[in-house]
């Protein structure tokens, strides 16, 4: 029998990440002092990945109510409601700090996680999204993360059999130590068998079901819990390694059990296993737990206590039955080629209690650990300072040199990192598979049709770092916005979002203020786009020695498109001879665009400003025109401008399988020719529809108050702008042929994947 | 005449198209058919078989290297040699095929060593089989691939066997049916994407033509292939 009695000292604290005040706390919580086994519950449990202790209170904010709403924040995954007999289980969940050091297996597991929160709700995930970051793309270090992050979902989302249908890709230098996987998976639900994480009834069994445990991901939490360094860079060991077909056989098992209503509860382990999960699942019933470690199936001999409640091995479940189902329960995982082990049962008094041969070797009420109302809960009171670099973060637009030829900007604009083509990152993912996938990636957002029903579901993840790193509200607002956006441009009605929280030390009240800000412009966007939070993840300490990633909130949006007709809307030109309507208000803005950074080298604001009562209005018009069948296609403004814009509505055709179509515009405008052309305005958009359906789209933008403009119509195979201005002499021209656009755009990115 | 075809969709662990084969054939198609549990032993009763993609038994060992072994395929032979017995096997399908020695040949992993998921351009190579006869000869076909494996390999003795017996269904091509270098999206020898046993009841492929059903999704040339079993099954 192990002996798990240890001196405290400073080096024990600091291996478990726990602050000398915290431990403090866990002394009066226990009234004596902890052994090995309880220190290390304590510190998974409180690390901020799994406490919240710095976010809580500020993610109070978000609006997590609204006609749709399910199931908000606080369980596995949100379930919005469609109306029909099903509701839509979704949420985003980051997988940083492992993917940096550990890229193939780290994003693998990471896609994993999420899929697992999504079908222990009762839910089949029927689509992927992925929101990724890096840095500099020249650099060696960052393509080998690009590829090995793409090969990991590749492997992880094809095996299980999932589309993996959209997210973005964005390159940066803040995040050359610290890369961002986002992924987000959506499900469908019956809405009569909906699950939640709860270890309801005394007396009922524990059951463990999947993978066996073994020694890896020992301490996750806690890492993904401090900034990276080189000493825990080497922490692969910290790193579980994915098994994506035993995650196939745990989901049918798991939707065979759910749907034969087998069990009571059910939750994944994830972040801090054992640990977190049977604690959580005792919290939310006001019950308590006990387990038993011998039983625990384990994948190495010799695992004792401290190691079984700490692994993070994947592709593992808890859940709860009555004893009269826990045959029943064995015989659908035997079908299925797995396990069901009794390791445990749920208790009256509310304590969290582990025996190991017989003996006790945990006894820590439920409440210290999961309950952040608790009287010793380590919540944190950090308070924000607004950081100094934001004391000089603005161009005067003045100074900025306007550009000669808007030919060669917008062919340095199309071929940049940010802009050009993904093709060759998504073509590694099945993205068709359960032939749902009505709108490939490579438009504003994924289509994905629901079988037998009269909606279908529109998806994108938006999050544009550098504006909220330059104006985290606004860049907050932006982000909840943008992503709004996109959904509508598929003809679908926003309806509720998840988010994932990208940021630096937490501890560092500047990187607390950008924090603090940004949820606030979120959660007011959200108040009025009427689009509530319903899940999400914080991801904190994406920091190196070097630096602080921007500031980095992923907003991950489900709209509906609902009606028997099913209209809706792809972003590239559809026929010749259409209308080109640009929808929106070009403003003098270039501050935080693509352009200034890489044309000008500048990362500098002022962030383009939003209205987000023309925002609405902007989307309204869309989703109308999409509906009746007047819009044929529709492609929101942002990174790179109007130009950009208009050029990918040309040359994406390709992506699905039609011809591109050239573009033939004649603007007239008194602003600068850079703003005109690659600034960022927001609530724009451009719109393709017949000639005769002119009319009714402008009746439809005036009764929203936005403004419609003819701007040229489809045809040929050049992308021609002509810009008027009053005076000749500023008169421009841009005359590409669309082959050439098309050969930058697609080699762009593409080459290094 | 209406008598509707009876198709049985194999399930093995891992199999994650079995469900698309399902509404390919009973949504789209309006034919029956129902899953088949890898552990059952009974299939004489139905008239085709269809072995779907996926990731059988994870892809352990190779594509199709378990799968092989699982219990349903010991009667795979015996109905195989049945007349008027159909087997279609697609993407992991076709692995499993090859693993079986029920067509020859063996895959390997793509030329650029990655997943490769896209719509591809098919050329029918011989449109007098079971599951051709409503194409063209040299028409072709729009469907997607979604593989890591799928590079088709044999040696020159058995290629030039399959060429001579009329044993290759479709080739990689361009859109205009042009057998390209470049077109050979994963490097498989003579541009392979389908091939069929040589009585012709079985045909392995790597595209998907279940999921190229309706226009939505991108295409609907997938259904040349099923309306055609269909059709043979009809007349026959």
């Known amino acids: 029998m192990q002996n798990y009695e240890i001196a405290i000292t400073d080096e024990v604290l600091k291996e478990h990440n726990l602050k000398r005040d915290e431990y403090e706390n866990i002394l009066k919580i226990l009234g004596r002092k902890p052994n090995l086994v309880e220190l290390g519950i304590f510190s998974a449990m409180w690390s901020e990945h799994c406490s919240y202790k710095h976010s809580k209170p500020i993610l109070k904010k978000f609006p997590t109510k609204g006609k749709y709403v399910l199931q908000g924040p606080g369980e596995n995954a949100g379930i919005i409601d469609t109306g029909f007999d099903i509701g839509i289980a979704f949420k985003i969940e980051s997988h940083n700090h492992p993917s940096a050091v550990e890229p193939f297996q780290g994003a693998a597991t990471g896609v994993g996680g999420i899929l697992r929160d999504i079908f222990t709700m009762g839910a089949r995930p029927v689509a992927v999204l992925d929101s990724l970051r890096f840095g500099n793309l020249n650099s060696a270090k960052t393509q080998h993360l690009l590829q090995g992050v793409v090969s990991g979902i590749a492997f992880y989302g094809n095996c299980v059999g999932i589309p993996t249908v ?30 939640k994480g709860i270890a309801k009834g005394v007396g009922n069994s524990i059951m463990y079901i999947g993978a066996l445990t073994g020694r890896d991901g020992i301490h996750g939490a806690s890492f993904a819990s401090a900034e990276l360094n080189e000493e825990n860079q080497k922490r692969r060991s910290s790193v579980q390694v994915a098994d994506p077909f035993m995650e196939k056989l745990l989901l049918e098992a798991t939707l065979e059990l759910i749907d034969k209503n087998l069990i009571i509860g059910i939750q994944d382990m994830g972040a801090a296993g054992l640990t977190s999960s049977s604690s959580e699942m005792a919290f939310r019933a006001g019950t308590g737990v006990e387990i038993y470690i011998d039983r625990v199936p384990k994948r190495e001999q010799g695992m004792n206590a401290y190691e079984v409640m700490l ?63 608790y009287k010793y809960f380590p919540l944190k009171k950090q308070k924000g300072k607004k950081p100094t670099y934001l004391e ?17 900007v917008l062919k340095k604009l199309i071929s940049s990192p940010n802009i050009s083509c993904k093709s060759n990152i998504w073509r590694q993912y099945d993205h068709m598979v359960q032939t749902n996938t009505f709108t490939l990636p490579g438009s504003d957002s994924a289509v994905i049709n629901i079988k037998d ?126 209308i080109i309507v640009l929808l929106g208000i070009t403003k003098e803005e270039i501050g935080a665009s693509e352009y200034l950074k890489e044309i000008h080298g500048l990362v500098k604001g002022p962030v383009p400003d939003i209205d987000l009562k023309k925002e609405i209005g902007l989307q309204k018009t869309c989703i ?7 819009i044929k296609s529709a492609h929101d403004i942002s990174k790179g401008g109007f130009a950009i814009a ?77 810009i008027d201005w009053a005076s000749k002499k500023y008169s421009k021209k841009i005359n590409l042929t669309l082959e050439e656009l098309e050969n930058l755009w697609l080699n762009g990115v593409n080459k290094y994947v | 005449m209406n008598k509707k075809i009876k198709f049985g969709v194999i399930v093995f662990p891992g199999s994650n198209c079995d469900a698309d084969c399902l509404w390919a054939i009973k949504d789209v198609l309006h034919q029956d058919a129902e899953f088949i549990w890898h552990e059952s032993k009974n299939i004489e009763n139905y008239d085709v078989i269809v072995l779907p993609g996926g ?33 279609i096997g697609i993407c992991n399908g076709f692995q499993i095929l090859l693993e079986a020695g029920i067509l020859p040949g063996a895959m390997l992993h793509n030329k650029n060593l990655k ?32 593989h890591g494996e799928g590079n088709y390999y044999c040696d020159d003795k058995t290629l030039n066997k399959l060429i001579k017996n009329d044993e290759i269904a479709f080739r990689y091509s361009t859109l205009k049916g042009e057998i390209t270098e470049e077109a050979n999206v994963n490097g498989s020898v003579y541009n392979i994407a389908g091939i069929l046993n040589r009585k012709k009841n079985v045909l392995g492929m790597m595209p998907h033509p279940e999921r190229a059903m309706i226009e939505e999704l991108g295409s609907t040339d997938g259904k040349y292939i099923w309306e055609s079993l269909i059709n043979f099954i009809k007349k026959s």
């Open chain 1, 166 to 195: 959209a997210g973005e890709t964005v390159f940066e230098p803040c995040y050359d130590d610290n890369c961002l996987v986002n992924a987000m998976t959506v499900g469908v639900v019956d809405k009569k068998k909906i699950k």
């Open chain 1, 311 to 373: 692994s993070e091995s994947q592709e593992r479940m808890l859940l709860v039955c009555t004893k009269k189902n826990e045959k029943k329960v064995e015989k659908i995982l035997k079908k299925w080629g797995l396990h069901a082990v009794k390791i445990g049962k749920v208790i009256k008094e509310q304590k969290f209690i582990v025996y190991e041969k017989g003996k006790k070797v945990a006894d820590i009420p439920i409440r210290a650990l999961t309950d952040s109302d």
């Open chain 1, 392 to 408: 000089n973060s603005t161009i005067k637009i003045s100074d900025i040199k306007e550009p000669e030829n808007p030919e060669e």
């Open chain 1, 453 to 578: 029903r009269d909606i279908m579901l529109a998806m994108a993840t938006d999050g544009n770092g550098r504006y909220v790193y330059l104006d985290p509200f606004k860049g907050g607002m932006i982000a909840v916005a943008e992503a709004a956006r996109n959904v509508s441009m598929s003809g679908a009605m926003p309806v509720a979002f998840t988010n994932c929280l990208n940021f630096g030390n937490p501890e560092d009240p500047e990187v607390f203020w950008q924090f603090e800000k940004a949820v606030e412009g979120m959660a007011y966007a959200a108040k009025i786009l009427k689009t509530p939070v319903i899940s999400g993840n914080v991801s904190f300490y994406n920091e190196s020695v070097k630096e602080a990633i921007y500031p980095t909130p992923v907003v991950g949006m489900v709209g509906y498109i609902k009606g028997d007709k099913k209209n809706y809307a792809k972003q590239y030109f559809k026929s010749e001879g259409d």
């Open chain 1, 624 to 630: 109308e025109g999409i509906r009746k069948g007047i």
């Open chain 1, 646 to 722: 208009l050029t990918e509505s040309c040359i994406s055709a390709r992506l699905f399988g039609a011809k591109p179509i050239g573009a033939y515009v004649e603007l007239q405008s008194d602003i600068r020719l850079d703003a005109l052309l690659f600034g960022e305005t927001q609530s724009r958009a451009i719109v393709t529809v017949e000639k005769d359906k002119v009319m009714q789209l402008k009746k439809i933008a005036i009764k929203n108050k936005i403004l419609a403009t003819e701007i040229g119509k489809t045809g040929g195979n050049r992308l021609i702008i002509n």
């Open chain 2, 55 to 87: 990731f059988s038994y994870g892809d352990y060992l190779r594509s199709g290297a378990i799968a092989r072994f699982a219990k349903v395929m010991e009667k795979i032979n015996d109905f195989v040699n049945k007349k008027n017995k159909f087997v």
């Open chain 2, 115 to 146: 997943f490769i998921c896209e719509y591809v351009n098919l050329v029918v190579e011989n449109n007098d089989t079971p599951f051709t006869n409503k194409c063209e000869k040299g028409q072709v076909l729009k469907i997607p691939i979604a």
